[in-house]
Nanobody, 127 residues
Framework: QVQLVESGGGLVQAGGSLKLSCAASGRTFSSSAMGWFRQAPGKEREFVTTIRSSGTTSYADSVKGRFTISRDNAKNTVYLQMNSLKPEDTAVYYC?????????????????????WGQGTQVTVSS
């Protein structure tokens, strides 16, 4: 069983920055795709970014150029650096992990591709 614990959320003014962290338990972290999703009030949860075991990344168009995902396999931690924050970035941010699957060739852009979820951390951007 993998447990994910997010931290780093908070209140920030528009244009500011925040860095989220997600600490994962489990020995297979380095082989797992890790993603960040977010859910704004009254909206469905949406994909933000992913970093695959190979190190390749993908971003939602809405955050491209502003957010950066990275991972430290030695610390079993994935990070989300968020710059130039906008009020529309306000949401609960969730970290997600996929079980290692050498025969799966998806892009890890969809919720159902992930098996484990954190409890979420609130990010609020004031205008």
């Amino acid at each position: 069983q993998v447990q994910l614990v997010e931290s780093g959320g908070g209140l920030v003014q528009a244009g500011g920055s925040l860095k989220l962290s997600c600490a994962a338990s489990g020995r297979t972290f380095s082989s797992s795709a890790m993603g960040w999703f977010r859910q704004a009030p009254g909206k469905e949860r949406e994909f933000v970014t992913t970093i695959r075991s190979s190190g390749t990344t993908s971003y939602a168009d809405s955050v491209k150029g502003r957010f950066t995902i990275s991972r430290d396999n030695a610390k079993n931690t994935v990070y989300l650096q968020m710059n130039s924050l906008k009020p529309e970035d306000t949401a609960v941010y969730y970290c997600a992990a996929a079980r290692p699957s050498p025969f799966y060739f998806g892009n890890y852009l969809l919720e159902h591709e992930y098996d484990y979820w954190g409890q979420g951390t609130q990010v609020t951007v004031s205008s």
